[in-house]
């Protein structure tokens, strides 16, 4: 029988025991009431630890963690503060995996803490913004605390029953947003190369960030779009109300844009709610590469922190800062390289640090996130390298073009080495 509390009245040492490896809803579905109670409450419990993705709440500090272990896949959003304090624990996963996972006991799950909507008429609960590992965390753990928000959109797709559900924590309170992010002239450039492999009919998988708002801005002559990503921002809406965005054409869930994590603002969660032209899916389905397969004219967009000569790709550590993460960059990379019509991009500014750090570079300064024999095109302000089917010198010569000016002889010279060996 579910337990109904408030806020004020939620006691988790009812329901957690000291050890308790707990699983959060990630993103803009982080359950932040249970946060701050597991912040508040946590160190009498004892010998916590908690899992989650990605944090956008700022709530996940140093200074508020000091009472239990936080663990993820990558450092993302606020995270990148657990990290930089060697605070979080890395798991070198892609998002995909991080369901089975759960199912199989890899990552213990003895609690998962979820946000949903209210309960319908029947009972049952929207997963509303996030719905990727949420129920393979709630089917694993033996305790199920739910943050039942009244301003959360319900969402079509998977639904979480009220008898699934140990304790429901009721609250209205402002979802985590994520606003769009500012948009510089070398986005805007990039984004101009990006646009010329989407054509009517593609189908688009992106993240959220400067780069897809921009890409996605320079799509409106195109006709009827599809979707099929693992997460999507506001600026789907301004698609879809433009009528670029119909899913029209697509050989599966025609009319339907398929996600599993919506990270926005209001507009997105107001346009998402009781919308059928949209469904959520966990990532047993948004990253199942069986499903993927049967999606022609897919054209996948992820960000690099820098790639090599060879197009090894490093989405995740900058030096000996870890700031990034795996995500489902490789389950989408391989699908837009692999689909009929399709190409997968790999986007990233020729510099960083101000322009003194070249992003393309002989030898990546962190781990291979993707490797080259998947990487497909690789887009710069300067231009695009196509690499698929290229030998090594080839694509040497192709990535130092796209490179930044100033360091265009510095990789020349490294390039030369790579010719004469071949390798």
Do not use: W
Not at 89 to 115: K, R, W, Y
Not at 231 to 251: P, Q, S, Y
Not at 256 to 261: L, Q, R, T, Y
């Amino acid at each position: 029988m579910t337990v109904h509390r408030t806020p004020d009245d939620l006691d988790l040492a009812r329901f957690l025991k000291p050890g308790d490896r707990i699983v959060l809803g990630q993103a803009c579905g982080e359950p932040t009431t249970l946060v701050d109670a597991l912040i508040a409450q946590g160190g009498g419990i004892g010998d916590l630890s908690a899992f989650i993705a990605t944090s956008f709440s700022g709530l996940l500090t140093p200074e508020a963690t000091e009472a239990f272990a936080v663990t993820s896949m990558g450092a993302i959003g606020a995270l990148r503060g657990l990290a930089k304090a060697h605070r979080l624990g890395i798991i070198p996963c892609h998002v995909s995996q991080v369901g089975p996972m759960i199912e199989n006991g890899t990552l213990p799950c003895d609690a998962a803490f979820v946000q949903v909507s209210p309960a319908d008429a029947d009972g049952n609960h929207s997963l509303g913004l996030v719905s990727d590992y949420v129920l393979a965390a709630v089917a694993r753990a033996r305790v199920v605390v739910a943050e039942a928000n009244e301003r959360v959109p319900r969402t079509p797709g998977a639904t979480l029953p009220a008898d699934a559900i140990d304790c429901a924590v009721h609250v209205s309170r402002e979802p985590v947003e994520v606003p769009p992010a500012p948009i510089t002239p070398v986005d805007e450039a990039i984004a101009a190369h990006a646009a010329a492999y989407v054509e009517d009919g593609s189908v688009l998988q992106t993240g959220v960030g400067a780069v897809p708002d921009a890409l996605l801005r320079l799509l409106r002559d195109r006709r009827d779009l599809g979707v099929h990503s693992g997460m999507l921002g506001d600026g789907l809406v301004d698609l879809v109300e433009a009528g670029v965005v119909t899913n029209a054409r697509k050989k599966i869930d025609r009319g339907v844009s398929i996600n599993g994590a919506l990270i926005g603002t209001r507009r997105l969660y107001d346009f998402a709610h009781r919308n059928p032209a949209l469904r959520m899916c966990p990532t047993s389905y948004t990253h199942d590469p069986a499903v993927l397969a049967r999606v022609e004219r897919l054209v996948t967009v992820n960000s690099a922190l820098e790639v090599d000569l060879t197009g090894q790709v490093n989405a995740e550590q900058s030096g000996p800062s870890y700031v990034g993460g795996t995500g489902g960059q490789v389950d989408f990379v391989r699908a837009g390289a692999r689909s009929p019509g399709g190409h997968a991009l790999m986007v990233l500014p020729s510099t960083a640090k101000n322009g003194t750090v070249s992003r393309i570079t002989p030898a990546l300064s962190g781990p291979v996130t993707t490797a080259r024999t998947d990487v497909d095109v690789v887009i710069t302000e300067y231009g695009s390298a196509e690499l698929r089917g290229r030998s090594l010198p080839e694509r040497a010569r192709l990535l130092t073009a796209i490179a930044h000016p100033a360091f265009r002889d510095m990789l020349e010279e490294a390039a030369r080495t790579l010719r004469k060996r071949g390798f």
